[in-house]
């Protein structure tokens, strides 16, 4: 089934709802209502059709989707753990897919620079075993078939130049930016995914909660919902927060700022710019060019070590879709996609039919974030506040086309209710 949020909503459009609070001072929000929410249609599928639905919600994050729902099943479908080619191949597409969504971004700042990005990550893509727009490769338990050799070579040759490249961006966010972004600090957490050694890791096995660059918790997977709460529980704006106190005090972002402010990354060029971002601006346009350039590092190491497993031949067979079975259960797949941490968890009763669904967007997490940048933008004055409302978009980056508009067309309408 495939969803089309243009049949919704004006995928180049968006609203800014202007209220005021208790205390009679202007707040700004943007307007979640026209996306959807598919939990509830997802109720009463079995397992891998309901997956299927989600990967085809819309075109924008398909990728996060498939991937999230698959770590997700591969808990309720009892499977073995898997197996190093497996869990690298589904790496390789995941970092494709985080290439060719910043990629877009690049494509305004440099656009030969993006255009570069946006080729390699489809090679990714393609190699990974998705070669289409939505992806085909995991399925619970593994893959549905092993990179080939000839695509991973190609790979292997082209990334030295890429690297630069993205290097390259790294260094004209810096020029363009070498000051405060202009927006004030976020007060609340910054939430990301880390790997069993504790580092930022976009395909990490557990999360890390940091406030000011201090650690305050870490938890599994399977404890997402005890630690994350919906405050309008099943909402297009649901205001999650992290539990243990108010909903005020538990607010929390995810995303490439996020990504950078849970630890140091793994990787030599992109860790050596992250310093410098921590010491500068801190925006989120710059952090997507280091987290660009980090997973392309990362690529790097990811396509030597399957060109190795492929050539010893040693491989099992991939799981096929028809012999995968379900058992009754709960279980939560995260993976920390280009806007940030998406969620999926499903209940399944024992023919393997979904019983219960939530998913919750890094659009929804970052909503409340969101609504905070607006707020500054809205009491500019009237010359500089659509500049600072655009530019409140594409810092937050929520899942509309709308995040890559060039500067002074997006379609923002703001609606003043003030009472």
Known sequence: MKINLDEIIDPMEGRVVVTRDSAGQQQARFDLQGLPRVDGMLVGKSALEALKMTEHLCGICPVAHHLAGNRALDVLSRSAPLSPAAELTRRLLHYGSLVETHSLRFLLQERDSGVV????????LVAAGSPGHFPTTAVPGGVSSWPEVENLKM????LPAVLQVAQKLCELGFDAQPHASGF????????ALIDEDGNPDV??????????????NEFEFSRWNQQVAEENSGAAAPHPYLRGGNPRDGRYRVGPVAQLSVGTLPSELAA???ARWLASSRNAANARAIITLHVLEKTVAVVEQLL???EAGRLEPCPQEEQIGFQPGTATGLVDGPRGILAHTY???????ISAA??????????PWLADLLTQAISLQDAGRADALEQSIREADPCLPISSAPAGQMGLKVDNLEG
């Open 203 to 216: 395909f990490g096995t557990r999360v890390r909660v940091a406030r000011q660059g201090k650690t305050v």
């Open 347 to 353: 209940a399944t009763d024992a023919q393997g039919v």
């Open 358 to 367: 939530t998913i919750l967007t890094p659009t929804a997490q970052n909503e």
């Open 272 to 274: 050596a710019a992250q």
């Open 117 to 124: 990005l946006k080729k390699i990550s489809k090679k990714m």
């Open 308 to 310: 190795a497993l492929l």
């Open 155 to 158: 790979l292997e040759e082209e």
């Open 184 to 191: 004030g600090e976020f007060t609340g957490a910054e939430v």
